[in-house]
């Protein structure tokens, strides 16, 4: 009896003191402050991007291939893999996608993360357009500027490599940046960091703390001082080489205790290369562990990936197919999407005192944990923020976004994954086969299919022998998949028409954009006239088309063939002549046509060699 009674006066001291207004409250209390609806409704978002590393070189990925019953999927070289114990934790917090494509260099990657497009829409097929992300005319509505829209406030630390001054992070609705503009830095313990505020203000520093610590410290000290909302990305330059080689050395030896192993051999690039990438994956444990309060973290959708596969030198696995191919060591990356909730209680149920974050909000993690098989692109990555956010995604019209994948409300986002390097070779895939136009060193294109279900590293190219029925059949389905794709208008709001308006290049560059769609289909596999299969004689669509100055034209023989190319005027009349007579081998071949001695108008050009004839338009202006 004195129990219930004790147990009555404690329930009624509860109610009544659930019952006083918080205004009640004794003198000195402070209320939790008034965050706001967004604050307690929407997530914040931590990307942090991986400097040419591939799945050879996270060991999570390997430990799944090198574990697998199947053996034409193993990792070579993995007793060289770098320790990565932080990044295995996010994926036991997360979802981590196998089959997750980026493209195969540093800056086409960054603007389809930045845009939700794919290079033929945003022009930035290589880093040598990374520029092209600022010209004339081209002004894409970036992530940042999508969250800015919705609230929140985006800081970029480490590389950019989509512009030089002037075309910046902050020039792109970043609110703050500091780290570096170009491809790479001097030294990772020498080098110039650049200071960059919304404000305009810009400043340039010469740092010789290790940059990874640098990005990591400045990033945290940017998510602590947020009052709201935010989005921080943390573009790593490890494991990138540096631009200045000294010795012949690309890489710099870690500061001691950052990560697992020591480097017992400096002149050893590839122990020190092991050394970088597990010294970035314990700077990211600590940017975790550092975000005050714990709740901040709570709170945040973390994800990780890499911008390419790993550099060739470095990948005892893909051998001649690593960064700068599209193949799969070149395109297929680690991509990690975690719930920090996930991560900070270590997949462990929260403490009865405080209410667990609601699943129904975008970008928490259902059962994390999980490994997903589903086609994913880094592009992706701008309607996911965006629906995190609750912001506007129509612009990332080649996207899709991936939070069904993470609420486990889907298996499957998307039919198709499409990669490209130019207008010229590009690849496109299935859950099961590949299709693309590889570029070999010597500037020839060959189609090449693969069985990714049999095959997962691409060493038996199926139309190698010839190409039977059924082959046939997986490359028409694969170049619908593929021109479904291309055929995608631009989502974004149509700039001014007429060439002569603000919106000139921009318009050029749509019609450049169709005839690269155009162009960009295979080489026709059919039955040759002498009854053998192969890719049969073709001329490509010029481009761009229409054009003002220079067009470049593109053929294909299946033979070592006398060809002549002519320009002719509408009454057949030749204008030009860029070839006349000359031998060229069997194969893919591409020609820049001089047109500014043109007048506008319509023209054709005609391919004449030995075995067949072909003629298309063109359409030149002034």
Not at 84 to 105: D, E, K, R
Not at 192 to 198: I, L, Q, R, W
């Amino acid at each position: 009896m004195t129990i219930s009674i004790r147990l009555l006066t404690c329930v009624a001291t509860w109610c009544a003191a659930m019952a006083t207004p918080i205004l009640a409250q004794p003198p000195g209390t402070v209320p939790e402050p008034d965050r706001g609806p967004a604050r307690r409704s929407m997530r914040d978002v931590l990307l942090i991007i991986a400097d040419d590393v591939g799945v050879d070189k996270i060991e999570q990925y390997v430990q799944y291939y090198n574990g697998n019953i199947r053996s034409d999927d193993d990792i070579a070289g993995a007793d060289s893999v770098p320790c990565t114990p932080v990044i295995g934790a996010l994926a036991q917090s997360g979802v981590t996608f196998m089959n997750a494509w980026v493209f195969p260099t540093c800056s086409p990657t960054r603007a389809a993360i930045y845009t939700g497009t794919y290079p033929f829409r945003n022009g930035v097929y290589d880093p040598q357009y990374a520029n092209d992300f600022n010209r004339a005319g081209y002004d894409p509505t970036t992530i940042a500027e999508a969250l800015a829209n919705a609230g929140y406030e985006s800081g970029l630390f480490g590389k950019w490599h989509l512009g030089s001054a002037g075309e910046g992070p902050v020039e792109n609705g970043w609110v703050r940046h500091q780290g570096f503009r170009g491809s790479a830095i001097e030294d990772y313990s020498d080098w110039t960091k650049v200071n960059s505020g919304a404000t305009g203000d810009t400043t340039e520093l010469h740092v010789t703390r290790y940059s990874t610590t640098e990005f990591m410290e400045n990033a945290r000290a940017w998510i602590n001082s947020r009052s709201g909302n935010w989005m921080a990305t943390v573009a790593f330059n490890a494991a990138h080489t540096v631009t200045n080689f000294g010795l012949g050395l690309k890489y710099q030896v870690p500061p001691a205790g950052c990560g697992c192993h020591s480097v017992s051999d400096p002149e050893s690039q590839s122990e020190v290369y092991r050394a970088t990438v597990e010294c970035m994956d314990a700077k990211i444990g600590e940017l975790l562990a550092g975000i005050d309060p714990p709740a901040r973290l709570e709170n945040t959708t973390i994800i990780f990936l890499g911008d390419n596969g790993t550099e060739d030198s470095y990948s005892a696995h893909f051998d001649g197919q690593a960064k700068h191919s599209l193949y799969e060591g070149g395109v297929n990356v680690p991509i990690i999407i975690a719930d920090g909730f996930a991560y900070l209680r270590g997949r462990q149920p929260r403490p009865s005192f405080g209410p667990k974050p609601p699943v129904v909000v975008s970008g928490r993690v259902v059962r994390p944990g999980r490994i997903s098989q589903a086609l994913v692109q880094a592009l992706d990555l701008f309607p996911t923020i965006a629906d995190i956010a609750g912001a506007d995604k129509s612009c990332a019209v080649d996207a899709v976004s991936l939070i069904p994948l993470l609420n486990h409300s889907a298996s499957s986002v998307r039919a198709v994954s499409f990669a490209q390097t130019s207008p010229v070779d590009w690849t496109v895939r299935d859950q099961r086969n590949k299709l693309g136009a590889f570029i070999s060193p010597t500037g020839v294109v060959a189609l090449r299919l693969f069985d990714l279900s049999v095959d997962r590293w691409e060493q038996n190219d199926l139309l190698a022998d010839g190409v039977d029925l059924f082959e046939r059949g997986i490359v028409s389905y694969l170049t619908g998949l593929k021109d479904s794709i291309v055929a995608v208008p631009d989502g974004c709001p149509a700039p001014p028409t007429g060439f002569g308006s603000n919106g000139a290049v921009r318009q050029a560059d749509q019609t450049i954009a169709q005839g690269h769609l155009g162009h960009m289909a295979p080489p026709a596999v059919g039955v040759a006239h002498d009854g053998s299969r192969a890719p049969v004689a073709m001329l490509g669509q010029n481009r761009p088309n229409p054009f003002s100055g220079t067009s470049r034209i593109s053929f294909q023989l299946r033979r070592p063939e006398t060809v002549t190319l002519q320009v002719l005027d509408m009454h057949g009349r030749e204008v030009a002549a860029p070839l006349r007579g000359v031998r060229r081998d069997a194969g893919w071949h591409e020609i820049v046509f001089d047109g500014r001695g043109l007048a506008t108008g319509v023209y054709l050009y005609r391919l004449q060699a030995d075995s067949f004839t072909a003629t298309k338009r063109m359409v030149a202006f002034r």
